[in-house]
């Protein structure tokens, strides 16, 4: 499935560049469509053991979700929305609902732990190769940071041969140094990326139950804020990272305005909550459907006006993750995700208090991570071909440990039974 997914991207990126000339920004819509379209062409293999079987709650609390997935496709198709938008989004859901389905109507594992890693492996290499090839061949800007970076953290901090740590290295330094046109190294990555890699950290941390490990790690954000207030505006200035340079200047004051990357995700907000307020407040409720597009064209920033499919006036994509959940699923749609990661969240920690093993750990730092990156980059989360099947691994692991512990009101009665048999 990783392996077929990443090849599709890949192949999408040539197919882009050789045939058409959509690249960058506006060849990613295309590039999810393919890559979501292979995913279902992966799982079509696994139809025959389709059962329809359910792990736990969590697999049922996702299939709730698509049920509100189909109101909002019919609120969409009533609101006469983006077809082409809804169809995408529909499919989005569609393949992850699918890819539950079949992970729960499977009772083991199928491959050895040490091949699930070299898989791993070659799949990275292949996102390095993609990520190499948007810089020297002026393909379509369409690397998996997410998946990347899960790899990265899960290499570096899972339970792992040393070899695999290392790689992890490679990969983290991959994700996170690039060059210059005249061959120099520059810092590369944005907000979402480091975010994530620090969620992903920490999930990693309590996978492995190194709970100490979360108070050097909880001192990170705050020796980050004490550097950048006190760093010198000439070097912050010289930092090769537009993103990191935005939020070193945001930190010290510098106004928003000045700022125009930043400013375009509180302005997406802005036309959000007008497009609601002139529904109504039923709108506010149950959201204004799929295929939902707000007008950008008066936008400052110039990367809006080419990535959108159907135009800078009906932009689809909506950056920030609650305000995107608000507009197409409304106050009930981000209740219902909201309870969905909360769970997500006991299982972890409910895990954390005994061995994990790596299948669940993946699964854990994916899921973090991509919560994370998409919390300023929803569209990641949206069309991620992964998230039903890893949401499998992780309430399989759930529930076969609570399987596996007993409970302590049953302990307590078997050991009175045993004491009164020897009476």
Same mark, same amino acid.
């Given at each position: 499935?990783?392996?077929?997914?990443?090849l599709?991207?890949?192949?999408?990126?040539?197919?882009?560049?050789?045939?058409?000339?959509?690249?960058?920004?506006?060849?990613?819509?295309?590039?999810?469509?393919?890559?979501?379209?292979?995913?279902?062409? !992966?799982?079509?293999?696994?139809?025959?053991?389709?059962? %329809?079987?359910?792990?736990?709650?969590?697999?049922?609390?996702?299939?709730?979700?698509? @049920?509100?997935?189909i =109101?909002?496709?019919? #609120?969409?198709?009533l609101?006469?929305?983006?077809?082409?938008?809804?169809l995408?989004?529909?499919c989005?859901?569609?393949i992850?609902?699918?890819? *539950? =389905? $079949?992970? %729960?109507?499977?009772?083991?594992?199928?491959?050895?732990?040490?091949?699930?890693?070299?898989?791993?492996?070659?799949? &990275?290499?292949l #996102?390095? @190769?993609?990520? *190499? &090839?948007?810089?020297?061949?002026d393909?379509?800007?369409?690397?998996?940071?997410?998946? =990347?970076?899960?790899?990265?953290?899960f290499?570096?901090?899972? &339970? !792992?041969?040393?070899?695999?740590?290392?790689?992890?290295? *490679?990969?983290?330094v991959?994700?996170?140094?690039?060059?210059?046109?005249?061959?120099?190294?520059?810092?590369?990555?944005?907000?979402?990326?480091f975010?994530?890699?620090?969620? %992903?950290?920490?999930? @990693?941390?309590?996978?492995?139950g190194?709970?100490?490990?979360?108070?050097?790690?909880? *001192?990170?954000p705050?020796?980050?804020? #004490?550097a /950048?207030?006190?760093?010198?505006?000439?070097?912050?200035?010289?930092?090769?990272?537009?993103?990191?340079?935005?939020?070193?200047?945001?930190?010290?004051?510098?106004?928003?305005?000045?700022?125009?990357?930043?400013?375009?995700?509180?302005?997406?907000?802005?036309?959000?909550?007008?497009?609601?307020?002139d529904?109504?407040?039923?709108?506010?409720?149950?959201?204004?459907g799929?295929?939902?597009?707000?007008?950008?064209?008066?936008?400052?920033?110039?990367?809006?006006?080419?990535?959108?499919?159907?135009g800078?006036?009906?932009?689809?994509?909506?950056?920030?993750?609650?305000?995107?959940?608000?507009?197409?699923?409304?106050?009930? %749609? $981000?209740?219902?995700?909201?309870?969905m990661?909360?769970?997500?969240?006991?299982?972890?920690?409910? =895990?954390?208090?005994? +061995?994990?093993? +790596?299948f669940?750990?993946?699964?854990?730092?994916?899921?973090f991570?991509?919560?994370?990156?998409?919390?300023?980059?929803s569209?990641?989360?949206f069309?991620?071909?992964?998230?039903?099947?890893?949401?499998?691994?992780v309430e399989? &692991?759930?529930v076969?440990?609570?399987?596996?512990?007993?409970?302590?009101?049953?302990?307590? /009665?078997?050991?009175?039974?045993?004491a +009164?048999?020897?009476?």
């Open positions: 499935m990783l392996l077929s997914v990443t599709s991207g890949l192949a999408a990126n040539v197919v882009l560049t050789v045939g058409t000339s959509i690249k960058g920004f506006a060849a990613i819509p295309y590039v999810n469509l393919s890559t979501t379209f292979a995913a279902i062409l !992966v799982q079509a293999y696994y139809f025959r053991r389709l059962s %329809g079987n359910l792990h736990g709650p969590l697999g049922f609390v996702y299939v709730l979700n698509f @049920a509100f997935v =109101l909002a496709l019919i #609120i969409g198709l609101y006469e929305n983006s077809l082409i938008h809804i995408a989004w529909t989005y859901f569609l992850n609902v699918v890819s *539950l =389905l $079949i992970q %729960g109507s499977m009772n083991r594992y199928e491959v050895s732990e040490r091949h699930f890693l070299n898989v791993l492996c070659i799949v &990275s290499l #996102i390095v @190769a993609g990520k *190499l &090839s948007t810089k020297f061949l393909m379509s800007a369409s690397v998996d940071n997410v998946m =990347l970076l899960t790899m990265a953290v290499f570096l901090a899972a &339970s !792992v041969p040393l070899s695999y740590r290392l790689f992890g290295i *490679l990969l983290l991959s994700s996170l140094v690039g060059f210059t046109s005249e061959g120099n190294f520059r810092l590369e990555g944005n907000r979402a990326g975010l994530a890699i620090y969620v %992903g950290l920490t999930v @990693a941390a309590l996978c492995r190194k709970h100490l490990r979360l108070v050097p790690l909880a *001192l990170i705050v020796v980050f804020y #004490i /950048a207030l006190s760093l010198d505006r000439s070097v912050v200035n010289g930092i090769s990272s537009r993103n990191i340079r935005e939020a070193i200047l945001l930190i010290q004051g510098d106004d928003i305005s000045h700022h125009v990357a930043t400013l375009q995700r509180f302005y997406e907000v802005d036309k959000v909550l007008e497009d609601l307020d529904q109504g407040d039923p709108s506010y409720i149950f959201g204004l799929l295929g939902r597009t707000i007008n950008m064209s008066s936008s400052l920033d110039e990367s809006v006006q080419g990535a959108s499919i159907t800078a006036d009906k932009v689809n994509n909506i950056h920030f993750l609650l305000f995107a959940l608000l507009h197409k699923f409304g106050v009930v %749609g $981000i209740m219902a995700h909201a309870f990661w909360a769970m997500v969240a006991r299982y972890l920690f409910h =895990l954390s208090l005994h +061995r994990m093993g +790596r669940p750990t993946f699964g854990f730092i994916y899921l991570v991509c919560i994370t990156y998409s919390s300023s980059a569209i990641t989360y069309s991620s071909p992964y998230i039903g099947i890893l949401f499998s691994v399989f &692991s759930f076969r440990s609570r399987r596996a512990a007993p409970s302590p009101f049953r302990s307590m /009665a078997t050991s009175r039974f045993l +009164r048999g020897q009476n």
